[in-house]
C-alpha cells in the first residue's frame, strides 16, 4: 500500500478536446491534506497563534508531525 497516497484520487480528467483522455496525476498527497487539516486546528489556538508569530516553521513542523502521525495511524 502506498503510504502517502493522492488526497482525492481521480481516474482520467478530461483533456482539451472532449475525445481526448488523460491521466490525472496532480493534487496534493494524503500528508499534505492531513498537514493542512492539522493547520486549520492549530492555527484555531490562540498559544499556537502567538507563537505562529515569532516560528512559522515550528508550526509547520507541528502539522507534518500531525500529518505523519496520522499516515502511521492508517497503516496500522
Do not use: C
Request: hydrophobic fraction near 45%.
Amino acid at each position: 500500500m502506498n503510504t502517502n497516497p493522492r488526497a482525492f484520487p481521480g481516474g482520467l480528467a478530461d483533456g482539451v478536446d472532449p475525445e481526448v483522455k488523460v491521466p490525472y496525476t496532480g493534487g496534493m498527497t494524503l500528508r499534505d491534506y492531513f498537514a493542512a487539516a492539522a493547520l486549520t486546528g492549530l492555527a484555531a489556538d490562540e498559544n499556537v497563534a502567538v507563537a505562529q508569530a515569532s516560528d512559522q516553521h515550528m508550526i509547520a513542523q507541528w502539522a507534518y508531525g500531525l500529518a505523519d502521525a496520522m499516515l502511521a495511524r492508517r497503516e496500522g
